[in-house]
């Protein structure tokens, strides 16, 4: 156990100097700034290891997602609000894009699509829930959208629609969907079991949870997905769509706001438990 522990913790040290001349390579001065934005996940790049890395894009300061195996190259991009920003490490580690992924339909999610399309990569497919159809096709219509501070071009279909439980790889890497309502009807997270890690979109944040005040949230789903997150195990890590990286842990022991959505969760168990029991009893008398 020792051992495993003193290798893994040689291996971060090595990949976080890797990383830093990497990017002193590239980019001068912001060495640590770049460091702390990438993750590096697996044994080795000649076994093939999984790099996540996220740029802050958009107005609304959103986690853009860079995600590529190292062993065949392959990579996606996962939330879409500037795709151009994402370019540099995708050619840094040799990463060629194959496909986007969303975790919903919000404007700041979505709205670098119509520009990644135009100007290079043509024939990506993007892949989205079907439940965030009507937010998808209505994007003019949201914040920033409809008071015309955000100018966003119309948006083409999506090739491809995610259904939880379904698995998607990227390269030797393998996620699988989870479906998260709550924030939207269509909210997805993508884990990563074998590697450990959430991509979790607005669903759970560090120290917060995702907004259900719309009027298309549902508070009840929130709290259903959340419950199903926290039964990963505690050292997975949280890739939110806002904000810092966080852990499963972490958020079980000190979020507030996670702590009530869940609390209520069990409460609604309760209450159905209850009627499901009386239910029986008077099918019993009859
Ligand atoms: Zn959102």
Redesign the pocket.
Known sequence: MAVRQAKAALHRRLMSTFLNRQHRRYNGGKAEWWAERTFCFGRGFGEGQAILSYEIVTPFQMNQYLLGCTKTGRACLIDTGDANASLETAKRFGFSIKFLLQT?A?L??VMGLPDIRRTFLHDVPMYIHRADSPLYESLQNQHGGKTGIMRVDKLSPPENYLEDQQCITVGDVELKILHTPG??PG?VSFYCEAHGFLIG??LLFNGNI??TDLHYCNKSAMNQSLRRVMNLPDETKVFP?HMMPTTIGKERRSNPFLARALENEDRCNELQLQRDRSVRGIECTV
């Open positions: 919903h919000h700041e999610n924030h939207t909210h979109g607005d995702g907004r769509a």
